[in-house]
């Protein structure tokens, strides 16, 4: 049984007791919980609209309190990309600074364990907009054919908030993703980020609506030119699925830091400067 009204997530577990799943801020290994209510977020559709539905790509969206963003799901059905190789360019950061247009950083800081990692990530974002960055924990999990990765916002130390920067929130963002009878992958995204800044509530919610099939698109596209190009770099080093092969400093939860995420005002940055308010009507 699940609440998936609320960003503090509850996981009841059978035979009595709960389990959250993750806080903001919250750093820790993943758990069976934290993975089977991703799920339940994948299959649910209580109180989900649909928005967008053409050439394979359907968008729902959920509200979640008035004073947050929506959350969005996307269900995309995929020919000649395999599920592995789909897993693939969303995990190998290199390659992603070959497709993504928008990506300035991409750091992975730390592992907690073979499938627990906590990373930096900043973009590029349009003028008047300032950019946005990001600290978050990621975790994944293979099992069969089928394929988990999601992430929620942490913090970190040697990546506190920067100028120039507003710190962006992900609650939860991630994939699930299994093959099909095409010889292809079924791809369902799951995100409930919230951009801060000035941007206005309703601006985002008709903004990811729209904009999350074409980075869905753009990610078919990057997978189906992954192959070559892995071939060309590093063929053999994938990390996400040979934890062996990881480069990454491993850390222990129980000794790491844990300072709260430092947000501060939603519309500055690091240094103080504030984004200018952007007008426009409101959500319909």
């Known amino acids: 049984k699940f609440n998936t009204q609320c960003t503090e997530f509850i996981v009841m577990a059978e035979g009595g007791g709960d389990c959250r799943f993750f806080k903001v801020g919250e750093i820790r290994p993943a758990n069976d919980y934290d993975f089977n209510y991703f799920r339940s977020l994948i299959s649910d559709f209580s109180d989900w609209r649909k928005s967008h539905d053409k050439n394979g790509v359907t968008v729902y969206s959920k509200e979640m309190g008035k004073a947050s963003v929506k959350m969005v799901k996307v269900r995309a059905e995929f020919k000649d990309v395999l599920p592995g190789t789909f897993y693939d360019v969303i995990h190998d950061g290199k390659y992603r600074r070959t497709w993504d247009e928008n990506v300035i950083e991409d750091v992975d800081i730390c592992a907690l364990d073979d499938n627990n ?9 349009p003028v008047p907009l300032k950019n946005r960055d990001l600290v978050n924990q990621r975790s994944w999990r293979v099992t069969g054919d089928e394929y988990i ?15 120039n920067f507003i710190r962006a929130v992900s609650y939860v963002t991630g994939f699930l993703i299994t093959s099909n009878r095409n010889d292809g992958c079924n791809v369902s995204y799951i995100s409930h980020s919230d951009l801060r800044g000035q941007v206005p509530k309703w601006t985002m919610n008709i903004g990811v609506t729209k904009l999350v099939p074409k980075a869905l698109k753009k990610i078919e596209e990057a997978a189906k030119k992954y192959p070559q190009w892995k071939e060309k770099n590093d063929p053999d080093f994938k990390p996400w699925i040979f934890p062996e092969q990881s ?14 995420l430092p947000l501060g005002p939603a519309g500055e940055d690091a240094n103080g400067s504030v ?10």
């Not at 970190?156 to 920067?162: A, C, D, I, L, V």
């Not at 491993?250 to 300072?259: A, C, E, F, I, N």
């Open 149 to 163: 990765v999601f992430n929620h916002s942490v913090a970190h130390e040697k990546y506190p908030p920067r100028k």
């Open 275 to 284: 984004e200018e308010p952007m007008e426009g009507n409101s959500e319909d």
């Open 117 to 125: 990692d906590i990373g930096y990530y900043s973009m590029d974002c």
């Open 247 to 260: 480069k990454l400093p491993r850390v222990d939860v129980r000794t790491l830091s844990q300072p709260s």
